[in-house]
């Protein structure tokens, strides 16, 4: 794999490319021809991939493990090989894809599936077999559903993904792995590490994260999205170039409400709905485009969602950016009045209207909201100060006595900070 080359370095044992490894092309460059090659739609998606690939993948040299989480039904899958594809083209990376189900893995197979055996080694190990870790030399190597391998497992796997070395069942050797190790997941890891069921060390060793927003989040990829699994089902259906022009602005808007009302993840279920709905219709004959009226009782159906829902949406949109355009008119004509900082007032304004929002245990009185300000402000100034004594709090404003706030001053922030005395604490 690098015997062509004249200049290598050692990462971790594991053998580098340094010199004219990279193509002549700039990673985002590199994303866009990987999401073209394989018809990925959306242009928020693209967007996200062009920020997280290069980051996460292409500027590391693929040498850190990526964590790609996401709930079923984003695409995980698909990015993996999106990310593999980039690799090889802006790394020169030549080895293949390899995606490997963790639920699979269990039952004592793990070791010898994923780092293989010798001839010999166990009943029925009839030949050496390279494991799926070596087959995926120079390539990608994607650990899909992580969460599901044991503990046991989980702990077998510490040193492959972290030092990238591995035996196979039966070898007394050690090998190394130059693969771009993907581990993949639909669940929270963080929390099922506070629950047991996640070694955290195996997550830490993960020290690239790419998550993907669920569908809903993708608002402008909504309305792609389902516009491409229209014409994929016309021409599924036999229409012809030009008969069939998809669906109307409105029908559309009316899915994208749809699935942001109701928080849908799922890009699959998303291309099901919008699939039969036109297979339904071409059972008659497909119209020309699809009308909000012919799509609103599947989204009824399918989401509970209906005309209504659409009007109330509408409605709460147009006030909410009715009341923004307000707020920002009045704040550039207090920034020029005042000749204060756009930015400053706004900074200002997002962290009162914070405080505002949480005061959830008591009124929200002039009296109440002022103590809550300073309170914050003195126990934001305290932690911003480092101080552990009330000593060392006023020497953070200076030498002088000028400088500092009077011993007074310091002991009443410092019980409004930490209400209760702490023992040993040097007034």
Not at 65 to 86: D, Q, Y
Not at 352 to 368: A, F, G
Request: glycine share 6%; hydrophobic share 40%.
């Amino acid at each position: 794999m690098i015997s062509n080359l004249t200049d290598i370095s050692v990462y971790g044992g594991i053998p580098l490319p340094m010199k004219n490894t990279r193509a002549p092309i700039k990673p985002s460059a590199a994303v866009e021809n990987a999401c073209n090659s394989l018809n990925i739609v959306g242009s928020e998606i693209r967007s996200h991939l062009k920020k997280e690939i290069p980051a996460k993948v292409l500027f590391r040299q693929a040498r850190d493990v990526v964590l790609l989480s996401g709930p079923t039904g984003t695409g995980k899958e698909m990015i993996a090989n999106i990310t593999h594809r980039c690799a090889k083209q802006f790394l020169n990376r030549t080895g293949e894809l390899i995606v490997v189900n963790c639920a699979n893995l269990g039952h004592g197979t793990f070791e010898s599936e994923l780092y293989g055996y010798r001839k010999g080694a166990f009943t029925g190990a009839d030949k050496d077999f390279a494991g799926l870790a070596g087959r995926a030399a120079g390539g990608t190597l994607v650990l899909d559903e992580v969460q599901a391998l044991s503990s046991q497992d989980q702990a077998r796997l510490l040193r492959f993904v972290g030092e990238r070395e591995y035996r196979s069942v039966g070898d007394d050797k050690t090998k190394k792995s130059d693969a771009l190790i993907v581990l993949s997941s639909n669940r929270d890891l963080r929390k099922m590490v506070e629950s047991g069921e996640f070694r955290r060390d195996l997550l830490d060793r993960a020290t690239a994260k790419i998550h993907l927003p669920t569908l809903w989040e993708r608002r402008q990829d909504i309305g792609e999205l389902a516009q491409s699994f229209a014409m994929e089902a016309a021409m599924d259906a036999g229409a012809s170039a030009g008969e069939f022009f998809g669906l109307t602005r409105r029908a559309k808007a009316d899915i994208e409400t749809a699935v942001i009302r109701t928080k849908e993840v799922s890009i699959r279920r998303l291309r099901e709905i919008v699939r039969n709905t036109v297979f339904m219709l071409a059972v008659d004959a497909l119209p020309e485009a699809i009308e909000s009226e012919a799509i609103a009782p599947i989204l009824e159906r399918e989401f509970n969602f209906a005309q209504l829902d659409r009007e109330k949406q509408d409605i709460k949109e147009l006030e909410s950016e009715f009341n923004y355009l307000v707020a920002r008119t009045q704040l550039i004509e207090l920034s020029k009045r005042h000749d204060i900082s756009l930015q400053a007032l706004n900074k200002l304004c997002n962290a009162i209207q914070s405080l505002l929002d949480e005061m959830s245990d008591q009124p929200r009185s002039y009296r109440n909201v002022t103590e809550r300000t300073n309170r914050l402000s003195k126990v934001a100034l305290w932690l911003v100060s480092g101080a552990r004594t009330q000593a060392e709090f006023r020497k953070f404003f200076g030498k002088m006595a000028a400088d500092m706030p009077t011993k007074s001053v310091a002991h009443q922030i410092y019980y409004e900070v930490f209400p209760r005395t702490t023992p040993g604490e040097t007034q």
